[in-house]
């Protein structure tokens, strides 16, 4: 079927983890993305499959209004919403699985919660260099995403009957988004296979396709034309495109969490621009990366701002104002697009 990518002895000792745990916890990033919930709820609907009574997906804060449909949202607790249900969670976990995240900072506020806890750790991830905080790490950063790594662990681990319907919702749900609707890092042929075998569990893939991507606010499709008519500049000579907007045009476009999802790649629909990023004056200013091909935007997301993520999705925080982020930004692009011309 598909080929094998994660180590036999890995499924091993998550297998035995598994088998020994019987209060689970699921935690995975803040500002979830659909390939964070949709690894987190495959993994519930699995285990609850499996047997397992007691399995909680907590999640670091709110999920977009796009991903609210996903199948086991209901059951999720959000920290920044209900601190005191997910503390309690955490405190009777005997297992911790994280998911779609290389290090504990990443789950935000919800990190000093974790602190002292005795419960195992495992962890499932694609990001580049995985923080040692679990004893038990399965990382990929081959691997498009992290639901893809969630289906083969079950499948590795012989326990594809207990994938269901609505855990395979979630894996494609997460396959999807983390490639932006198999448009990049989607060349592997196993993806396919999975895909495949995941229409044979009858997911809806067109369906699933509509409820993410065409699930708009008017505001969000008014502040779309915004960002691509008045604020995105191109830097032609560097096939460069930066977009940024500030916290007052977020404010007057009614912004709600997941409003600039996908905003920044946008500008890479534009034949020549290899290289987009996007900011977002949020407290701090967020930065996004997007680039096509060999070019590593990770690398200037780490060098202009301490940030990292994968060779084509990249992103950062800059804690000042967003001009002067903008300014480094343009400073830096030519140097760093001559040197990859070496
Ligand atoms: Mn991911």
């Given amino acids: 079927m598909i080929s094998k990518v994660i180590e036999e002895a890995l499924i091993q000792r998550v297998e035995d983890v598994l088998d020994d745990s019987h209060h689970i916890v699921i935690i995975s990033h803040e500002n979830p993305d659909g390939d964070a919930i949709g690894s987190s709820l495959a993994m519930m609907h699995f285990l609850k499959a499996y047997g397992k009574e007691d399995v909680q997906v907590i999640l670091p804060n709110d999920v977009p209004q796009n991903l609210r449909w996903m199948p086991g949202m209901e059951e999720v607790l959000v ?26 900072k990443r789950v935000g506020a919800l990190a000093k919660e974790l602190d002292g806890l005795s419960a195992r750790r495992v962890l499932i991830d694609h990001h580049e260099f995985p923080e040692p905080f679990a004893p038990v790490t399965i990382s990929h950063p081959e ?22 319907y609505n855990a395979s919702v979630c894996i494609y749900t997460g396959m999807m988004t983390d490639t932006g609707c198999f448009s990049y890092n989607s060349n ?20 699933i396709y509509r409820k993410v991507f065409y699930a708009f606010s008017e505001d969000r499709m008014r502040m779309t034309g915004y960002l691509m008519y008045k604020a995105m500049e191109l830097m032609p000579e560097y096939q460069t495109a930066i977009t940024a907007i500030s916290k007052r045009k977020l404010k007057s476009f009614n912004y709600q969490p997941g409003d600039t999802e996908n905003i920044v790649n946008m500008p890479l629909q534009i034949k020549d621009v290899k290289i987009s990023i996007f900011l977002k004056e949020d407290n701090p200013v967020r930065i996004s990366f997007r680039s096509v091909g060999d070019i590593p935007v990770n ?22 104002k967003l001009s002067d982020a903008v300014e480094k930004i343009k400073a830096a692009i030519p140097a760093f697009v001559e040197s990859l011309q070496k």
Avoid: M, W
């Fill in 143 to 164: 691997i498009a995403s992290t639901s893809e790594l969630v289906f083969r662990y079950i499948c590795r681990s012989g326990c594809l009957n207990y994938l269901d």
């Fill in 188 to 207: 592997q042929p196993d993806i396919y296979i999975i895909i495949h075998y995941l229409l044979q569990k009858g997911v809806n893939k067109d369906e």
């Fill in 299 to 320: 690398r200037l997301a780490n060098e202009l701002f301490g940030g990292g993520g994968h060779k084509n999705a990249a992103g950062a925080r800059y804690k000042g």
């Fill in 79 to 104: 920290y920044a919403i209900q601190p005191g249900s997910s503390r309690e969670k955490l405190q009777a976990a005997d297992l911790i699985i994280f998911l779609d995240l290389n290090a504990l």
